[in-house]
């Protein structure tokens, strides 16, 4: 883990640790739930959900949100770290769904980085609403896991992958170019690999960002485009970006964080924060045995908390 991982109790000084609560709430609002830091051996420290009342010393309340009412929910009642998870509403509604279906159907990755494009726009102006909220008040620190969704609910459906694979194969025939012939093809096999994905049963549910690398790209260009925009406005807007842990591809979504930040902020937010943290859903002490914390060497900060994310 990088040095800064071991500088947390800077980011959550004494001062701003509240105390440990535990709240019932109906369904469909945020979750409060408690985070205690603690040190790992050869990592740093780390944060992870408690339900120790009786515990104090470095245990913060935080607010897990959804959504822009959730939000303002929690920070009415004076939560100023939050968790938020956005769901496929409003960032993957049906309006948007034939977007995201061209980049899943996309031949090539020239393909699919023009269709990515056309989501950006979009996407920022849903981040750009959440982060004008929060930053009406001052201290809101909001960690903002990238808008994600179940490939399986993304996916045309088979009778059209089908009737597009038959298109296809008509089209290669007849025609004499063979940069067109191989064009065609590459579409074909992507259209044969989504046919294969909607047969197979996966242990874990498959995510988009799961099979599309640049799908983290564009979701961190469309944060940080907004968060400019907040600060341009006047905002005082603190956010760090959540990862869901996913094996080998947490490294490539951490630098494709970091890349996205350096070349969208420049010099023109100075960031006392960490930018990009990784969340688990498991116990600390099994990953320590795993030597799974060991491995995350991108992570600014690490989240371990009892429940898996759900973008249903």
Same mark, same amino acid.
């Given at each position: ?52 009342? &009786? *515990?104090?010393?470095?245990? &913060? ?6 959504? +822009? ?111 067109? &012939? ?44 907004? *968060? ?33 930040? *350096? &070349? ?15 969340? +688990? ?16 060497? *991108? ?14």
């Amino acid at each position: 883990m990088k040095s800064n991982m071991n500088h947390a109790e800077r980011w959550f000084a004494p001062s701003e640790a509240a105390n440990s609560v535990q709240a019932t709430l109906e369904e469909n609002t945020f979750k409060l739930i408690s985070m205690r830091q603690r040190a790992v051996h050869n990592v740093g420290y780390v944060w992870e959900e408690t339900r120790d009342l &009786q *515990e104090r010393q470095g245990v &913060q309340t935080v607010a897990r949100c959804a959504h +822009l009412l959730e939000m303002q929910a929690a920070i009415a009642i004076g939560c100023s770290t939050l968790f938020v998870i956005p769901g496929q509403q409003p960032f993957m509604n049906a309006e948007r769904q034939r977007l995201v279906r061209e980049v899943l159907v996309s031949g090539t990755v020239s393909e699919r980085c023009a269709a990515l494009h056309k989501l950006v726009p979009f996407m920022t102006a849903e981040y750009e609403q959440l982060l004008m909220t929060a930053g009406e008040h001052s201290g809101i620190h909001m960690y903002v896991m990238l808008a994600d969704a179940p490939l399986i609910e993304m996916l045309p459906a088979l009778s059209d992958l089908e009737q597009r694979m038959e298109v296809l194969q008509r089209l290669a025939a007849e025609t004499d170019d063979s940069y067109e &012939q191989q064009r065609l093809h590459q579409q074909w096999l992507k259209l044969k690999q989504c046919k294969q994905w909607l047969h197979n049963v996966f242990p874990e549910p498959m995510n988009i960002s799961g099979v599309v690398p640049e799908w983290i790209d564009m979701q961190a260009e469309a944060l940080f485009r907004a *968060e400019k925009r907040a600060h341009d406005r006047g905002r005082d807007v603190r956010i760090s970006v959540l990862l869901p842990f996913a094996g080998g591809e947490w490294k490539q979504h951490a630098q494709l964080v970091r890349t996205a930040a *350096e &070349q969208i902020r420049c010099h023109d937010v100075k960031r006392d924060l960490p930018l990009v943290g990784v969340w +688990l859903h498991s116990g600390i002490s099994q990953d320590e045995n795993s030597g799974l914390l060991r491995d995350m060497t *991108e992570a600014d900060v690490v989240w371990v908390c009892s429940e898996q994310v759900n973008y249903g």
